[in-house]
């Protein structure tokens, strides 16, 4: 039997973190200036490879089946090595759950099953059974898998989610509490509902990333980026974001700045048919 102050608990912080992220989203990020610096993007396997650094990098399809794109900004490399070196010194992997994603993944990351359907339960669970308008659940979504390319920092080329392994052990995750893409109460980086070796693992993680320039998106425990809009707002830089949502040629690793950013990647009437056909799956 659950109990209804830990339901009644775990709800509120939900609640409240979902809404600081939306506000954080559409508030902070949507307006922020953008001075798009052009730089390409640049293979994160090719790069470990040539640094000579233990990473691993996810096998599994993107959505739709397209394979997955694991690159980031020029610039950035230097601090993806030097972090997955030190990961590697303490006796951790560094490895990429996701890189880059072009207007296509973005859009259907967030209709996919596994992820939509989590966050449908949720928010269900959040409204106490009723069923989310779809303008509600474009709301939470928003939180968790960006809705406008704008903060959208994986089409931006300047972000990637983690996990962490044990080096002798690499099928050994480190604890974090949870799983990647958990969509739950657990999933904001500084979640009191996940236990004390968790969060320090979340924190020394972060601090890691940090000291190699990458900064830590506070609602998603293994979401790591640099340069764009995200870092600016929350290290208070005062400087214009110089990675924007690009999309990129694939033989030439050069970036266009998308036309229309800041217009989001589904309409309510996609995401109310998403809603009958998750529910049709959830029975």
């Known amino acids: 039997m659950s109990n209804p102050d830990t339901d009644a608990t775990r709800r509120a912080y939900w609640t409240e973190q979902l809404e600081a992220a939306y506000r954080f989203m559409f508030e902070a990020v949507l307006p922020y200036p953008v001075a798009e610096c052009g730089e390409p993007l640049v293979s994160l396997q090719q790069a470990a490879e040539m640094a000579e650094v233990v990473v691993q990098f996810a096998e599994r399809p993107h959505v739709r089946g397209l394979p997955r794109l694991y690159y980031l900004r020029d610039g950035q490399i230097p601090g993806f090595i030097a972090a997955a070196a030190e990961m590697n010194e303490r006796g951790w992997i560094l490895r990429v759950e996701d890189g880059y994603r072009t207007p296509e993944m973005q859009k259907h990351l967030g ?12 928010v269900t669970w959040e ?13 939470r979504c928003s939180a968790l898998v960006a809705s406008v390319p704008k903060f959208g920092t994986h089409m931006s080329g300047s ?5 962490v392994r044990h080096l002798h052990d690499p ?10 893409l958990e969509m739950s109460e657990k999933t904001p980086m500084d979640s009191p509902f996940v236990p004390a070796e968790a969060q320090r693992n979340r924190r020394e993680i972060s601090s890691l990333m940090q000291r190699h320039g990458f900064v830590a998106y506070p609602w998603e425990f293994w979401h790591y980026s640099s340069g764009d809009a995200y870092e600016q707002v929350l290290l208070k830089t005062g400087r214009p974001a110089v990675y924007g949502a690009v999309s990129f040629d694939p033989r030439t690793l050069q970036v266009t700045p998308l036309a229309q950013p800041d217009q989001p990647l589904n309409s309510f009437d996609e995401i109310r048919a998403e ?7 959830l029975g």
Not at 113 to 122: G, I, K, M, N, T
Not at 159 to 163: F, K, P, V
Not at 171 to 180: L, M, N, T, W
Not at 275 to 281: K, T
């Open 171 to 180: 099928q050994r995750e480190v604890d974090r509490g949870a799983p990647y």
């Open 159 to 163: 972000a990637i989610d983690i996990s």
């Open 111 to 122: 209709r996919e099953p596994q992820v939509f359907d989590a966050v449908l339960q949720r």
């Open 127 to 139: 409204l106490g059974g009723q069923r989310p308008t779809p303008e509600f659940m474009f709301r």
């Open 275 to 281: 809603i009958g056909a998750a529910l049709a799956r």
